[in-house]
């Protein structure tokens, strides 16, 4: 089956750069979306359809794509922005949906 | 804007059935895509399953398929999920979303003896 593949782990100083990638496939094809995580609370996404960032979401937040790969980027990345950060698409067919594993970022 | 709620969550022995519902409202639900996603205790999220808009379309994860059944009734704006058979493994908050952008907040099922 389908799979998106995140790095387990990331971190960043406070006001520096995060970058994290998730790897696909059926990603030069099919839209990344990105979803942030904070403890005990339901996801957020934070992108959508690659670049778009849904209102209320902070302009640090975007996202790109390059071949295979979908980025989300955190500039100037924040304390709050501590969190787990999931990937999501479809497979090459658009009716199955998959999420990568998962990258904790953190934050200090 | 867009409210989701879950329910009917709960504890269940392996083997039985459990339904889920989402009740929809600030959108019109008969226009979205709607999905489930769940996630178990301690590990990430999974795509369970996905509606068309008038319900003629439905996918499924290979983990729930055959046991697990989407439905959708656009007159009540309500998604629900039908489980049966449940598993141990299949323990988790489970998700409604709209479009995948929009989520509820989740209800906690949990399969055990």
């Known amino acids: 089956s389908y799979e998106l593949t995140q790095p387990p782990s990331a971190s960043v100083s406070p006001g520096q750069t995060a970058r994290i990638t998730c790897s696909g496939d059926?990603?030069?094809?099919?839209?990344a979306y990105w979803y942030q995580q904070k403890s005990g609370q339901a996801p957020i996404v934070v992108i959508y359809e690659d670049s778009k960032r849904p209102p209320g979401i902070p302009e640090r937040f975007s996202g790109s794509g390059s071949g295979t790969t979908a980025t989300l980027t955190i500039s100037g990345a924040q304390v709050e922005d501590e969190a787990d950060y999931y990937c999501y698409s479809t497979d090459i067919s658009g009716n199955h949906g998959v999420f990568g594993g998962g990258t904790k970022l953190t934050v200090l | 804007q867009v409210h989701l709620v879950e329910s009917g969550g709960g504890v269940v022995q392996p083997g039985k059935s459990l339904r889920l519902s989402c009740a929809a409202s600030g959108f019109i639900f008969s226009r979205s895509d709607m999905h489930w996603v769940r996630q178990a205790p301690g590990k990430g999220l999974e795509w369970v399953a996905v509606i068309s808009t008038d319900g003629s379309n439905k996918y499924y994860a290979d983990s729930v398929k055959g046991r697990f059944t989407i439905s959708r009734d656009n007159s009540k704006n309500t998604l629900s999920l039908q489980m049966s058979s449940l598993r141990p493994e299949d323990t988790a908050v489970y998700y409604c979303a709209k479009d995948v952008a929009d989520w509820g907040q989740g209800t906690r099922v949990t399969v055990s003896s």
């Open positions: 059926a990603l030069p094809k099919k839209y």
